[in-house]
Each structure stands twice: as structure tokens, then as C-alpha cells.
């Protein structure tokens, strides 16, 4: 119960990775704003409160100023404040070469990845600093410390998510403000397996396989050990942790290529 009284806000909580932080933050005793566009996000919050568990849901799209001030007031206004931050909705885009990228795609992007972490920042680190304190988690990925050829707006997306995360750490901490960057690898959730099948009808062979095969451990990350290190970066056990990069990616980047 390491959230016990605290208020923790997700965005991307509908689905993956963002579901299962806003599940075990509340599981772990804090009460949590799942924030998403996807409507589904109200039957998860109602399942957690069936649990006997505190949850709401406010639907919101990262990209527009009015929605994400609209989620941080609901927050603020339910529970008081917010403790943990998960900035971490966000999507892949297409797969494919620079040339053939359209500028639409391109601008979605950089809109819900870049905007998004950067309009959630800009909202919520003044209840932060108001009340003296906080812990912020910005989802980058490993596309944030290598390439990644063929998801090249996706990459560009999550370098700055690692930016924006580096310098407002730099400027909140004296605040009592954390902020750091999870940077997780291929993880089993509906986006590893959308890049899988885009990649598939690019012509590539066996994409699941080689994406696997360049881990080290053989395999994707699960939610649960992803989430893990959200929860430990927002826990009062990682207080003299601000503006790193957590990598949670079995091995990919410390050795691209897999195992021997
Ligand atoms: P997912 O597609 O399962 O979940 C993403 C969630 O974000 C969805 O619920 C979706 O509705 C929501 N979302 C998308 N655009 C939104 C918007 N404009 N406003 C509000 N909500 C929006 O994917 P996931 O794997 O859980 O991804 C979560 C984060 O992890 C993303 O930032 C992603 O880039 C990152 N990530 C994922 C992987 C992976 O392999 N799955 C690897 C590295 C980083």
C-alpha cells in the first residue's frame, strides 16, 4: 500500500500499459483519474470501484489544452490535489520509410506524443508545486535513446518526450518535483502487435519473431514489469531519482541483436 491517501492521474488508461498503472496504483491504496479517449475507460474505472477501490474516469484527448485543464480540475476538484502523474497515452503512427510518410500522420504523432506529455506537464506541475510536491512519469520508450528505421516520427516523438523530461526536471526539482522517463521496450500490448501487423503487410517476413529475436531475453516485456517501475519511480522509495531513463526492454538497448 505504498499510495495509501495519495492521488495518482494516468492518461492512456483505457488500455495497456497505462491500464494496469492505474490499476495497481489503486490496488496499491492511491485513488486514480483514468484519463482517456477511448470511452472504455469509464467500465475500467467502474470495475476498480467495484473492487471496493477509488477510480474515476474523465474522458480527454492529450492533444487539447481545454480537455487536459478539464482533467487536471476533475482531479484536483474530486480528491484535492495529485501526487503521481503517468503522462503516458500515445500512439505508434505508420510504419514506413521517411519518404513515404504522410505529413498528417506525422503531425498526429508528434501531436498526441509530444503535445500531449507537453500539455500534461504544463497542467498538472502547478498543483504540484503547489502543494509542495509530486512525482511525474513520462512514457518515452527505447525509440527515445536509438533508432528505430521504418517508425522514424514515432522515434523523433519520444527523443523529445526525453528532452521535455530532462529539462523541466532540472526546473521543478527544488519544487520537491520528480520527473523521470520509462523508456520500455516492445511490450505485449495492442501497439507491439499493430507495428507487428503493419510490418507484416509491408511484406515483412516473421516481424513478431524478429522483433524477439533482437531481445536479449527472447520475449516482450509484460505490463506488470513495466507498471513495476512506474510504481517504484513514483514511490517514496526513489526520492533522490529525477531526470533519468528507465529502460524496462530485456536487453535491446545495452545489446541490440539478442542473445549468443
Ligand atoms: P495502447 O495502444 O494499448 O494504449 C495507449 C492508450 O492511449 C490507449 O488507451 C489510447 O486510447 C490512448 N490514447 C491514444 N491517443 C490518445 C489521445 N490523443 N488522448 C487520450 N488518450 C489517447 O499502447 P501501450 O503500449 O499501452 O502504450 C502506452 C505508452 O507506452 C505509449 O506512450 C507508447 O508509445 C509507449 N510504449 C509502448 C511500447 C510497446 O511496445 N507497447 C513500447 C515503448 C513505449
Not at 34 to 51: H, I, K, P, T, Y
Not at 64 to 91: P, Q, T
Not at 203 to 213: H, I, K, L, P, T
Request: proline residues 2%.
Amino acid at each position: 500500500m505504498r499510495f495509501e491517501g495519495k492521488v495518482a492521474v494516468v492518461t492512456g488508461a483505457a488500455n495497456g500499459i497505462g491500464l494496469e498503472a492505474a490499476q495497481a496504483f489503486a490496488r496499491e491504496g492511491a485513488k486514480v483519474l483514468l484519463v482517456d479517449r477511448d470511452q472504455a475507460g469509464e467500465a475500467r474505472a467502474a470495475e476498480l470501484r467495484a473492487e471496493g477501490l477509488k477510480a474515476r474516469f474523465q474522458q480527454a484527448d492529450v492533444t487539447k489544452s481545454d480537455e487536459v485543464r478539464a482533467y487536471v480540475e476533475a482531479a484536483v476538484a474530486a480528491w484535492g490535489g495529485i501526487h503521481c502523474f503517468f503522462n503516458n497515452a500515445g500512439i505508434e503512427g505508420k510504419v514506413a520509410a521517411i519518404h513515404e510518410q504522410d505529413e498528417a500522420d506525422f503531425d498526429r504523432v508528434i501531436a498526441v506524443n509530444v503535445r500531449g506529455v507537453f500539455l500534461g506537464l504544463k497542467y498538472v506541475l502547478p498543483v504540484m508545486i503547489r502543494q509542495g510536491g509530486g512525482a511525474v512519469v513520462n512514457t518515452a520508450s527505447t525509440a527515445a535513446l536509438v533508432g528505430s528505421a521504418g517508425i522514424s516520427p514515432y522515434t523523433a516523438s519520444k527523443h523529445a518526450v526525453l528532452g521535455l523530461t530532462r529539462s523541466v526536471s532540472g526546473e521543478v526539482a527544488r519544487q520537491g518535483v520528480r520527473v523521470n522517463a520509462l523508456c520500455p521496450g516492445p511490450t505485449d500490448t495492442r501497439m507491439i502487435h499493430s507495428l507487428e501487423d503493419q510490418a507484416t503487410a509491408r511484406g515483412a517476413n516473421d516481424a513478431a519473431e524478429r522483433y524477439r529475436s533482437a531481445i536479449p531475453l527472447g520475449r516482450y516485456a509484460t505490463v506488470e514489469e513495466v507498471v513495476a517501475m512506474v510504481l517504484f519511480l513514483c514511490s517514496d522509495a526513489a526520492t533522490a531519482i529525477t531526470g533519468g531513463q528507465f529502460q524496462v526492454d530485456g536487453g535491446r538497448t545495452a545489446c541490440p541483436g539478442g542473445s549468443a
